[in-house]
């Protein structure tokens, strides 16, 4: 089984200034997907960014970039120019590429989340 | 577009009643969604495997006979908590799977479920 594991339960960052929020999984596969969910106190979960693991590049989108190491089975997530709104629960989440059943995908398995305070 | 709603957002039973909660995407098709579990200030976990036309998949630890899903139309699933207990009361989501090049999952808001 797979297990993902989030070791910060909480960060505090200034806001303009950079955050990185660690990610640390265990797999026997090799083909899968890492996600970045953001949480705010609405509960909605939102997708902040998606690695696919066959590919060296780094994902990065707009502000979030994440450092995918795929040996060291480690996924952490930079958020720079941190702002008021960046403030929320942030899990990190894998998935297998293939359904263990053979459908169309396996559900997703969440790390403990870390809480990511701003100051202003 | 990608738009899962769930019905109702928070329900207050007592216990020993059944509650059903429902998860609709409401602009595309999915074969298949999952229901998750959060405790407060916790983490979501999966708890089974919603197949349209088809049994659910449970996941370990999960009772079947407790958690009741059906999946009975391409965009609508139904989790019903039979008999709840306070120890039930919790924040249920359920994700609808789109297909496409990343079998991307998109989140309902959540039903909060409390059990007197």
């Known amino acids: 089984a797979q297990t993902v594991t989030q070791s910060q339960p909480e960060m505090s960052v200034q806001e303009a200034e950079t955050v990185t929020l660690s990610c640390t999984y265990d797999?026997?596969?090799?083909?899968?997907?890492l996600f970045w969910y953001k949480q705010p106190p609405s509960r909605q979960m939102i997708l902040v960014i998606r690695?696919?693991?066959?590919?060296?590049q780094n994902a990065t989108e707009n502000r979030f970039s994440v450092n995918f190491q795929k040996a060291a089975k480690s996924f952490s997530l930079k958020i720079s120019d941190s702002q008021l709104g960046d403030a929320a629960m942030y899990f990190c989440?894998?998935?297998?590429?293939?359904?263990?059943?053979?459908?169309?995908?396996?559900?997703?398995?969440f790390g403990k989340g870390t809480h990511l305070i701003i100051q202003p | 577009g990608a738009v899962v709603s769930q019905h109702p957002s928070w329900v207050i039973c007592k216990s020993g009643t059944s509650v059903k909660i429902e998860c609709r995407s409401l602009?595309?098709?999915?074969?298949?969604m999952f229901w998750y579990r959060q405790f407060p200030k916790q983490s979501l976990m999966l708890m089974a495997t919603?197949?349209?036309?088809?049994?659910?998949?449970?996941e370990q630890g999960v009772e079947k006979d407790k958690f009741l899903i059906n999946h009975a139309s391409l965009t609508l699933s139904t989790l019903t908590v039979t008999s709840a207990h306070p120890e039930d009361s919790s924040f249920y989501i359920c994700?609808?799977?789109?297909?496409?090049?990343?079998?991307?999952?998109?989140f309902g808001p959540g039903t909060r479920l409390t059990v007197l």
């Open positions: 989440a894998y998935r297998n590429l293939h359904s263990r059943s053979g459908g169309g995908a396996d559900g997703l398995t």
């Open positions: 602009d595309f098709q999915a074969t298949t």
């Open positions: 690695q696919e693991a066959y590919k060296q």
């Open positions: 797999t026997s596969e090799s083909d899968y997907y």
């Open positions: 919603s197949n349209e036309g088809s049994k659910a998949t449970y």
């Open positions: 994700s609808a799977r789109r297909t496409g090049v990343y079998n991307e999952q998109f």
